[in-house]
């Protein structure tokens, strides 16, 4: 029997792919991969026999048959998702199914869209006395979210928060987070993030909308909301000198 690699091929640019993942994929014999988001390029240095498939046209049935069938002939496969696969990946009921089946599989994570989307801003979500949590969620659409998770419900706790597969719906996001963020917070929506035509708008909550609109962005962007993008936080404890810890003594 062979394996499956469930493989986080990073937000597009074909560096942020790691070693593992890269590894794996250039010696897999069969590779699925989600071509209406992973950057085709990290598939660049595969096998010339390898069999690639795109799971934009497939159903979870033959996605499994597919990979099933490899694995049983003792071949390796590549299951390549976008960013990371934790994360809106719907990978847990393809590992379920080869758990079924008495198939072995690996995870090797990837570089997640809303971490490249910090990076194209070089901003930090973890801004001392400004926010210690960073919450990832969506707006619900043709997929719905538990009630539990409204984003009115999540905005009370004024975190920094990333919000995928919403972009298409940016003024509603907004009307509903203004309540609990005020109109002034800061807004970020990055559209594909670390490829190279990515698109960075910033604003806040009050215009976000009309300025999103006008950049003509409505997909694969990440809205990133909260005070993290602004300019006012606390300095670390952590390189503190009059701060102890571990690893050094305070140093005054
Ligand atoms: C099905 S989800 C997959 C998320 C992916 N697993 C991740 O970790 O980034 C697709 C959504 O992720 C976001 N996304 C994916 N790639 C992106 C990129 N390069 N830049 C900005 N957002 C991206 C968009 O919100 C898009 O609608």
Redesign the pocket.
């Known amino acids: 029997m062979g394996k499956v690699y469930f493989i ?1 091929a990073g ?2 640019d074909p560096d942020l792919l790691t070693i593992k993942g890269k590894s794996i994929i250039d010696r897999a014999d069969v590779i699925v991969y989600a071509g209406s ?1 992973v950057n085709p390029q990290v598939l660049q240095g595969r096998k010339e026999s390898a069999i690639v498939h795109d799971s934009a046209g497939m159903t979870l049935d033959e996605v499994v048959q597919v990979i099933g069938d490899a694995v049983k002939r003792g071949e390796t496969a590549a299951r390549v ?5 934790s ?3 719907a990978i847990r009921e393809q590992m379920d199914r080869f758990e079924a089946m008495g198939i072995e599989f690996e995870v090797v994570p ?1 570089v ?3 971490v ?2 910090a990076a194209a801003l070089k901003k930090e979500f973890t801004l001392p006395d400004v926010s210690q949590t960073v919450i990832c969620t969506r707006l619900e659409g043709r997929t719905p979210v538990p009630e539990a998770e409204s984003l009115e419900s999540l905005a009370k706790h004024r975190a920094s928060m990333a919000i ?2 919403s ?1 298409h719906m940016i003024d509603e996001v907004a009307k509903r987070l203004t309540p609990s963020y005020g109109e002034d917070t800061p807004v970020a929506v ?6 190279e035509d990515q698109k960075v708008v910033t604003g806040k909550l009050s215009d976000i909308a009309e300025k999103v609109k006008e950049a003509g962005i409505t ?4 809205i990133l909301v909260g005070d993290f993008l602004g300019n006012e936080y606390s300095l670390s404890k952590l390189y503190d000198k009059s701060f102890s810890h571990e690893y050094r003594a305070a140093k005054i």
């Open positions: 986080g937000p597009g988001l998702h976008t960013g990371d696969p994360i809106y990946g990837g997640s869209s809303f490249a989307s995928f597969l972009v990055v559209q594909r993030a670390s490829w997909k694969t962007a990440q």
